[in-house]
């Protein structure tokens, strides 16, 4: 399937599948999106916190390196795992101008291991960052009590309602420790429905530019 790198409106690149008419993420801007919905909504919660992170959706490797830096920031321990059924290549990654965006040349050699390490294995980035990348459909995922904070960052339900289902949003409730927090860019009425279904408490929240609003949900 052709993938191309676009540019989104606050400079920074994503990939776009024309054949879906779906990008990785919002046109109105990738780096605006990952910091509104995920760090913002997110991360932030967990300031100066150790924490486990699962991302749903590694994709471009944009919100973990967000992450790290941020981490970075303030020292923050963190072990990442990031879900990913069909890995973007490397020659993709070459291309993104992640990076030179966030102004983090220093930390180039970071991004580039996100995506050069092994699969199934934990690579230490830093010494306050682990990450492992799984090479997993969502439905598998099958942790229990052991992610403080979520980011849902799949294809849009219009793509692919199937990852947006009770079901997913299940193993998910499953996998997270009490009191952990989930943040997605959606807010899909369905969506919401899924979430307090399967038990979490979910709340509404300015979206990132371009989106009235997000869905931020606690296990409890």
Known sequence: ????????KDGSHTIFIPEW???YHSKNGAIQEAKHVFIQAGLSLFKGKSISVL???????????ITFLEAKEVNQQINYVGVEAYPVVLEEVEKLNYVKE??????????????????????ELSSFFK?????QFFQDIKDVD???????????????????????????????????????YACRTSIRKAMLAVGFRVEKLPGAPGKREMLRAFKQ
């Open 21 to 23: 008419n779906e990008s």
């Open 102 to 123: 966030l102004k983090a040349d220093k930390e180039k050699a970071v991004f580039q291991k996100m995506h050069t390490s092994n699969w199934e294995h934990e690579t």
């Open 55 to 65: 991302e749903i959706g590694f994709g471009t490797g944009l919100n973990a390196f």
């Open 1 to 8: 399937m052709k993938r191309e790198i676009v540019e989104t």
């Open 131 to 135: 990450l492992n990348k799984r090479k």
């Open 146 to 184: 052991s992610f403080d904070l979520v980011y849902f960052d799949a294809f849009g339900f219009n793509l692919q309602p199937e990852l947006w289902t009770e079901e997913i949003f299940k193993n998910l409730f499953v996998a997270m420790k009490k009191d952990a927090v989930l943040v997605t």
